[in-house]
Nanobody, 121 residues
Framework: QVQLVESGGTLVQAGGSLRLSCAVS????????MGWFRQAPGKERDFVGA????????EYADSVKGRFTISRDNAKNTVYLQMNSLKPDDTAVYYC??????????????WGQGTQVTVSS
């Protein structure tokens, strides 16, 4: 079993920056592709981005390209989501997730509980 715990969500003004973290335990972290998703109120959960097991590949949703960056530290069993130039439309609960293979927008096996990001205008 893999446990994921997100942190770093808070209230931030439009144009600001925020970094989310997701700490992973239970299995070998470097064996997993890590993804970030978000769900705004009344909307479906959407793909934000993903990073490969070694960190050499990333993929992002068009809505966040150029503003968000995913990175990972396999020594710390942690994946990060750096969010810059935040917009009110980025307001959502952000989730990290894990899967074994590089299918960034496929189904993920393990999920965190989410962290709330609110961007004020």
């Amino acid at each position: 079993q893999v446990q994921l715990v997100e942190s770093g969500g808070t209230l931030v003004q439009a144009g600001g920056s925020l970094r989310l973290s997701c700490a992973v335990s239970g299995r070998t972290f470097s064996n997993y592709v890590m993804g970030w998703f978000r769900q705004a109120p009344g909307k479906e959960r959407d793909f934000v981005g993903a990073i490969s097991r070694g960190g050499e590949r990333t993929e992002y949703a068009d809505s966040v390209k150029g503003r968000f960056t995913i990175s990972r530290d396999n020594a710390k069993n942690t994946v990060y989501l750096q969010m810059n130039s935040l917009k009110p439309d980025d307001t959502a609960v952000y989730y990290c997730a894990a899967r074994r293979d590089w299918v960034p927008q496929g189904l993920y096996d393990y999920w965190g509980q989410g962290t709330q990001v609110t961007v004020s205008s």
